[in-house]
């Protein structure tokens, strides 16, 4: 499967490119071995510009687009935990 980041380079070389819906690869790797982590010193944890990454990443509209662009995925399990 040809992965997003490197679809605009296969085209400007004049290649033809179909991305794959996740869930119908030949094989499925499990979603959970690849964890994306955004991360900060902990000096930095309480600056304006962390919470605020936070508050993006655990927003509704993310959670939405996520929902949408990487469905068969596996989500945050806190984004599934009522709080």
């Known amino acids: 499967m040809v992965t997003y980041a490197i679809k605009p380079q296969l085209e400007a070389w004049g290649y033809e490119?179909?991305?794959v819906e996740f869930?119908?690869?030949l094989f499925l790797e499990r979603s959970y071995?690849?964890?994306n982590w955004v991360v900060v010193k902990s000096a930095d944890v309480d600056q304006p510009f962390a919470k605020d990454v936070v508050a993006a990443y655990n927003s509704?509209?993310?959670k939405a687009y996520a929902a949408k662009c990487f469905a068969g995925y596996k989500l945050p399990q806190a984004w599934?935990?009522?709080q």
Do not use: M, P, R, Y
């Open 17 to 19: 490119v179909k991305l």
């Open 33 to 35: 071995d690849f964890i």
């Open 60 to 62: 509704a509209e993310f």
């Open 23 to 25: 869930s119908e690869g």
């Open 80 to 82: 599934t935990t009522v």
